[in-house]
T-cell receptor, first 113, second 114 residues
Framework: SQQGEEDPQALSIQEGENATMNCSYKTSINNLQWYRQNSGRGLVHLILIRSNEREKHSGRLRVTLDTSKKSSSLLITASRAADTASYFCATGIRGSTLGRLYFGRGTQLTVWP | GAVVSQHPSRVICKSGTSVKIECRSLDFQATTMFWYRQFPKQSLMLMAT?????????EQGVEKDKFLINHASLTLSTLTVTSAHPEDSSFYIC??????????FGSGTRLTVV
């Protein structure tokens, strides 16, 4: 499978703490994206990092990409209860149809007030 | 920004009936659309890729006769679950891409077959 694998599968933290989620993948990519999904809802695009980038920031989000290790991490700083959701990484595979994404299994983040 | 409208958001149908899910790009022309399926607490699995005016390409293990995909225009793709059974109950999400290289997701359809 070309899907990414996130770890941990579940993460439970207190408000104000930082949350770190990791994603590993198997093949060469054009880009890696992180999405958020609230229970039973659609996907919200958080951030996209291209294969030639190593780090990206967006508000409280920080994403890193290490193509040599085929891994990425998503850091949410100063977490809030509203951050509770499932987070998925998705890879755009090099040579694949543009827009075709391979999703990881996701990390369920719970932030306690 | 690019918006994809997906309808219905929820549908309950009886076993043996067919259900059609629509995915419509509102302010752009979607050259390619993708259909994903998600079981509870699991990842999104790509079912098929559809290009306007041509047959959809199905992923391995996806029954093309059961999941009919039609992409008749640059703004509309439909997924029809034929002769639905309880095991087809799932969350279905579409996404659409456009020439500039971006893509966006619909809000998903929760299908329950009783």
């Amino acid at each position: 499978s070309q899907q990414g694998e996130e770890d941990p599968q579940a993460l439970s933290i207190q408000e104000g703490e930082n949350a770190t989620m990791n994603c590993s993948y198997k093949t060469s990519i054009n880009n890696l994206q992180w999405y958020r999904q609230n229970s039973g809802r659609g996907l919200v695009h958080l951030i996209l990092i291209r294969s030639n980038e190593r780090e990206k920031h967006s508000g409280r989000l920080r994403v890193t990409l290490d193509t040599s290790k085929k891994s990425s991490s998503l850091l949410i700083t100063a977490s809030r209860a509203a951050d509770t959701a499932s987070y998925f990484c998705a890879t755009g595979i090099r040579g694949s149809t543009l827009g075709r994404l391979y999703f990881g299994r996701g990390t369920q983040l719970t932030v306690w007030p | 920004g690019a918006v994809v409208s997906q309808h219905p958001s929820r549908v309950i149908c009886k076993s043996g009936t067919s259900v059609k899910i629509e995915c419509r790009s509102l302010d752009f022309q979607a050259t390619t659309m993708f259909w994903y399926r998600q079981f509870p607490k699991q990842s999104l699995m790509l079912m098929a890729t559809s290009n306007e005016g041509s047959k959809a390409t199905y992923e391995q293990g996806v029954e093309k006769d059961k999941f009919l995909i039609n992409h008749a225009s640059l703004t509309l793709s439909t997924l029809t679950v034929t002769s639905a059974h309880p095991e087809d109950s799932s969350f279905y999400i579409c996404s659409a891409s456009w020439e500039a290289g971006g893509y966006t997701f619909g809000s998903g359809t929760r299908l329950t077959v009783v």
